[in-house]
């Protein structure tokens, strides 16, 4: 499969059979993320690919976040319970789960507030772009995958579950998995072509 197939073909699979995905795989798979393009070449990135030890306790400490959140915004009770199950299984039964972090590691410190957010806005196009690399190096090597975005809402409580030294700030997870069959991804419209503005 060559890249603009890939990036064509490529959907975002939710339906995942319970086969287990080798770890030496999902190590290939994820290598990927580190080629991607960062600011003044930086890395300011760290992956980790979760085994199922501490998902649990992962998945508890995310949803007590969430919970206070959504408790917070006044959503009914049986809502929030419906949408923390499914985040535990999402998280507890991924068959393999990675999650992409940031770190300041190499940035600039620059002595302004505005500067200062900007250089963390070009790490997280950088993560953005080491997750579709990762996406894409799943698709062309036969898994489906899907982004989770919860963990940039709750960093804490991951850094917490997880131990994770204190500058590590998660971003995402990526669920990979091998698609259940007859799994079909939701439709796609065509792409809006008013966003490509081309000017001669
Ligand atoms: C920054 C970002 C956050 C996302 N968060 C979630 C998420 O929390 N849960 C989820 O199921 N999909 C999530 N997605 C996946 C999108 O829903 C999906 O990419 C979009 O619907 C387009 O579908 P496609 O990936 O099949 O093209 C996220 C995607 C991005 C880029």
């Given at each position: 499969m060559d890249a603009i197939e890939a990036i064509a073909s490529r959907r975002s699979l939710?339906?995942?059979?319970g086969r287990a995905v080798p770890d030496e795989l999902v190590e290939r798979v994820v290598?990927?993320?580190?080629?991607a393009p960062a600011p003044?070449?930086?890395?300011p990135w760290r992956y980790g690919i979760l085994g199922p030890e501490r998902r649990h306790l992962l998945a508890t400490r995310m949803g007590d976040a969430w919970r206070a959140d959504l408790e917070r915004d006044g959503q009914p009770a049986p809502l929030i319970e419906r949408l923390l199950r499914k985040s535990r299984r999402q998280i507890v039964a991924a068959p393999a789960l990675v999650l992409a972090c940031l770190t300041h590691e190499g940035l600039r410190d620059w002595p302004d507030e505005r500067r200062a957010r900007h250089e963390w806005a070009m790490a997280q196009q950088s993560v953005g772009a080491g997750m579709q690399n990762l996406m894409l190096a799943a698709h062309a090597m036969g898994l489906a995958s899907y982004w989770i975005s919860a963990p940039l809402f709750a960093p804490d409580a991951v850094r917490a579950a997880l131990e994770l030294p204190p500058e590590f700030v998660a971003q995402a997870f990526v669920v990979l998995g091998y698609a259940s069959s007859g799994a079909t991804p939701k439709p796609r419209a065509a792409p809006?072509?008013?966003?490509l503005v081309v000017r001669r």
């Open positions: 939710r339906q995942l059979s290598a990927n993320a580190l080629l003044h070449h930086t890395k809006d072509a008013s966003a």
